[in-house]
Nanobody, 124 residues
Framework: VQLQASGGGLVQAGGSLRLSCAAS????????MGWFRQAPGKEREFVAA????????YYVDSVKGRFTISRDNAKNTVYLQMNSLKPEDTAVYYC??????????????????WGKGTLVTVSS
């Protein structure tokens, strides 16, 4: 599976962005998809995940109520709608795919595939 994230940019605090991650290759619908982010000087952290069917989602507490993950298996694409953005959301955002996950243990070291990141900058 090859992943390509897009949609990053510069936005003012309180604004919105929608990230997209297009997948090519094998059986996109068989993978749990996740979004991660990495701020300068910090470790990569989990942001959101969605089940293969799209029926279940999971978020880190800091983005609950502001971010929404979704997927369109017909288009081989996963999205991250980000609203009410804060300066602390500034980071490079990555999408990832994993074929099997226990619970919602989205350890970055356990992902099968990664896309190149897209930079999100939120100005105050």
């Amino acid at each position: 599976v090859q992943l390509q994230a897009s949609g990053g940019g510069l936005v003012q605090a309180g604004g919105s962005l929608r990230l997209s991650c297009a997948a090519s290759g094998r059986a996109f619908s068989r993978y749990v998809m996740g979004w991660f982010r990495q701020a300068p000087g910090k470790e990569r952290e989990f942001v959101a995940a969605i089940s293969w069917s799209g029926g279940s989602t999971y978020y880190v507490d800091s983005v609950k109520g502001r971010f929404t993950i979704s997927r369109d298996n017909a288009k081989n694409t996963v999205y991250l709608q980000m609203n009410s953005l804060k300066p602390e959301d500034t980071a490079v955002y990555y999408c990832a795919a994993v074929s099997k996950v226990v619970g919602w243990n989205m350890d970055p070291n356990g992902m099968d595939y990664w896309g190149k990141g897209t930079l999100v900058t939120v100005s105050s």
